[in-house]
């Protein structure tokens, strides 16, 4: 199939008889989010996991992880009817029309995408299309490298069925860009939406049920096909990245020339409408479960190819190199760190979420740990991820004064609004002496450095 760049469009109204009956399979972040907003623009969701827990806790209305509005809008679907969680996958297939593909697609240590969750899925939603009559849908929502809809699960799918993809059911990979943190925002507000299809028939499909939910908002389409769709996605959170190891760079070397701040550099630059503001924020780097995953991907994909892949070499070096920086500010400030106290102020890759997968906070306390330094840790969400992550290595404070008591050091390393709160008094009340380094930028250098030894990445 050649480049099916049939059009880029806005959603259009289109008529879709009779109530929309979706499975989707997979419960995480994207799955239940996807679920909770489709469900409130009226489909009647099938939530399938093989994660019992997950299905009961989502049965009792209850989000098996932090996400704000999600446990509200799981909720009101639930009181609706329009959500359903289940382990039994076949009967969810046999009960719908068009099932969203939402499992983990994490790395394998050579950086390459284990592909064993799609895979499964992908076997079990085969032998239940082969009990189905009538036509379905299958759309991949995971993120896949280029060529796994269309060589992995198609064939898989054909095998188990019996069926034949385009006439007997279709097949669509609609990559998804939600954020955690405000997930279900996206979900309900898409800036765009990608339908990568095998055929017109498949898109033309899921077109018409996005068209149902968005009928009122105009939300840019792009229909192509299957590799494009999927390389969309990676080139998508590749930029990202880019866009904050750039400012990094920049904010490193506003660190050696006096009086500069990496943050009125970005906002000057951030006017340039080639350029805008948005991911141009310096600090410790991105972490989470997409950016660092999929940049390892691309660039294994890259290597496979034989293609020089330097530039998002550099890019996830300058990530990495950020952690390593904002702990050498420690160490400049405080000296060795032998049975120092440091206070970790945020464990969460990001504000409003709970996720701790790549987070900064992980790479930064072992770092801190091998040097000898004694960890008290503080975050309103995470906690009990991170307890999974370092035992009984750390402290777990129940507040943030209450993790900064008798520190020598505090390092912010996720910017919750409750810490931006936080007065140049309160470290001075609290620790043993104030020495802040503020890995994310959220106070203003001139109140702090009157006040006590405040260090920022990117402050000359
Ligand atoms: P996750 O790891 O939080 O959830 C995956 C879920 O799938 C788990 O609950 C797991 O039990 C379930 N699962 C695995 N195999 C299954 C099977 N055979 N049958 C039923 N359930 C099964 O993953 P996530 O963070 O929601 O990400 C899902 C995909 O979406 C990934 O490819 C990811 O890269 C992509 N993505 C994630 C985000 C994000 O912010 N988390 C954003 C955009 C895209």
Redo the contacts with the bound molecule.
């Keep these: 199939m050649g480049i099916h760049q049939k059009k880029v469009a806005f959603v259009e109204e289109k008529r879709m008889s009779g109530q929309q009956n979706i499975s989707i ?7 239940l989010c996807t679920a909770a907003g489709f469900a409130s623009k009226g489909a009647r969701i099938v939530a ?4 019992q827990q ?1 299905v009961d806790s989502i049965n009792k209305c209850k989000a098996p992880f932090h996400e704000p509005q999600l446990e509200e809008a799981l909720r009101k679907a639930t009181k609706q009817s329009k959500i359903k969680g289940t382990v039994d ?1 076949e009967k969810a297939i046999l009960e719908t029309d068009v099932t969203f593909v ?4 994490p790395s394998k240590p050579d950086g390459s995408s284990d592909l064993g ?1 799609v895979q ?2 992908a076997t ?1 939603i085969g032998k239940a299309l082969s009990k189905k009559e009538g036509y379905h849908l299958v759309v991949v ?3 896949v490298l280029p060529g796994t809809t269309e060589n992995l699960v198609k064939p898989i799918l054909e095998k188990q069925s019996n069926k034949s993809c385009g006439s007997d059911f279709g097949l669509c990979m609609n990559p ?5 943190g405000s997930a279900i925002y996206d979900t309900l507000h898409p800036d765009r939406i990608i339908i990568g299809e095998w055929d017109e028939k498949s898109g033309d499909t899921l077109e018409s049920l996005y068209a149902l939910f968005y009928k009122q908002q105009k939300i840019p389409l792009i229909r192509t096909n299957l590799p494009t769709a999927e390389l969309i996605k990676y080139a998508n959170n590749a930029f990202l990245a880019t866009k904050i190891s750039y400012i990094n760079t920049i904010a490193n070397i506003c660190e050696k020339i006096p009086e500069t701040d990496v943050a009125k550099v970005a906002e000057g630059i951030g006017l340039d409408n080639r350029i805008n503001p948005r991911f141009l924020r310096a600090g410790l780097g991105y972490g989470g ?2 950016f660092p995953k999929d940049l390892k991907a691309l660039i294994a994909l890259a290597k496979q190819q034989k293609i020089e892949a330097t530039m998002l070499e550099a890019v996830q070096k300058v990530n990495t190199n950020q952690a390593k920086h904002a702990v050498e500010l420690v160490k400049k400030e405080v000296g060795m760190l032998e049975n120092k106290r440091i206070a970790i102020l945020g464990l969460s890759f990001k504000p409003d979420t709970g996720d701790m997968r790549e987070a900064k906070s992980i790479q930064i306390i072992n770092m801190l740990l091998d040097e000898g330094a004694d960890v008290s840790a503080y975050d309103p969400v995470a906690v009990p991820n991170a307890k999974a992550i370092f035992k009984k290595r750390i402290s777990y404070a129940t507040s943030a004064l209450n993790c900064l008591k008798d520190a020598d050091c505090a390092v912010i390393v996720t910017e919750w609004n409750e810490f931006k709160d936080l007065k140049p008094e309160d470290f001075i009340a609290s620790m043993k002496q104030p020495i802040v380094v503020d890995g994310r930028k959220i106070y203003n250098p001139e109140t702090f450095t009157k006040k006590l030894n405040y260090k920022a990445i990117g402050l000359g």
């Design positions: 399979v997979g419960m995480g972040y994207v799955g399938t996991d093989k994660d997950k996958l939402t499992v983990g697609t969750q499964e899925a079990e929502k995971s993120t998804e860009f939600l954020r955690e479960s997409c």
